[in-house]
């Protein structure tokens, strides 16, 4: 009977439960971290739903003052760095963002640090105020994986488990600098939806399978 109850509240017409629809935070330009200086701006993208009427921002898990899809960061300063999270009337909090505002002369920028396998990946060795570099190299776990002439970027456009770990760069003008490292890790698997499946009216006795859907990596066959 309780059981019964809930379902009248929550269900919505049509018998099926909706699926909890995620918000996902994009960045433009697409880097989690950026120069001190720099324009961010961060889109809170999520399904429309009937209801939804403004967006909320988290910063370090607290509420910031911006209600808007787009969250406008001019001349970013180290106390934008952090970890962004939006959300919208109905939808699920998206997964963080952590984003990094830096001052240095060489950066290594990312599109992201938790890539699901597939995904592409971006990098970029970036010069302090687009100060122009050349002899660019990528390091992957200390080791260099490519090489590139002048001050640009590339991207791994099907990422898999090699993918993993530090990232850094160096170039020169006139001498040599090194950029931080930056860590990425890959995803088992993308975060699964939990889904129910009932028809009304909801009797006891009756059947309700439930499915926790995701994709399992087909080289990790024995994940369950
Ligand atoms: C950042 O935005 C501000 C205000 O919109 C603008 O004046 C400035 O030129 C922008 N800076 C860069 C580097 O694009
Ligand atoms: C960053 O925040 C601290 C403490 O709130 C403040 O003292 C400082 O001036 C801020 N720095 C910038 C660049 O906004
Ligand atoms: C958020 O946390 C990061 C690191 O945990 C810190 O560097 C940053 O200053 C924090 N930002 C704010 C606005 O509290
Ligand atoms: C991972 O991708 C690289 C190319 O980026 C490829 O050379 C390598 O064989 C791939 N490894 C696996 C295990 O698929
Ligand atoms: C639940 O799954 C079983 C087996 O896959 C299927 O026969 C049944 O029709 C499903 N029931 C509902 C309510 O979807």
């Given amino acids: 009977m309780w059981l019964l109850i809930i379902l009248l509240f929550c269900v919505p017409i049509g018998g099926q439960v909706a699926d909890p629809a995620k918000a996902v935070i994009t960045l433009q330009p697409p880097w989690v971290s950026v120069f001190q200086e720099k324009n961010v701006t961060l889109q809170c993208e999520r399904p ?126 006139r001498h040599c600098y090194t950029s931080a490292g930056v860590y990425t890790i890959k995803e088992l698997f993308p975060a699964p939806v939990l889904r129910a499946s009932l028809s009304l009216p909801l009797l006891e006795g009756n059947l309700v399978n439930l499915s926790c859907e995701t994709k399992l990596l087909p080289q990790r066959p024995g994940l369950q």
């Fill in 48 to 173: 429309l739903l009937p209801g939804d009427s403004s967006t909320q921002w988290f910063l370090n898990g607290t509420a910031i003052d911006t209600l808007t899809p787009r969250y406008r960061i001019t001349a970013a300063s180290i106390n934008d760095s952090g970890e962004y999270r939006c959300q919208t009337g109905l939808s699920v909090p998206s997964d963080p963002v952590q984003l990094e505002v830096h001052r240095n002369w060489l950066l290594l920028q990312v599109s992201s640090r938790v890539f699901t396998e597939g995904e592409p990946l971006a990098l970029r060795c970036h010069g302090w105020r687009n100060k122009p570099m050349h002899n660019i190299l990528f390091y992957q776990n200390g080791k260099t994986f490519r090489f590139l002439p002048r001050n640009s970027e590339f991207t791994i456009l099907k990422t898999n488990l090699s993918h993993n770990g530090i990232y850094h760069c160096s170039g020169m003008r």
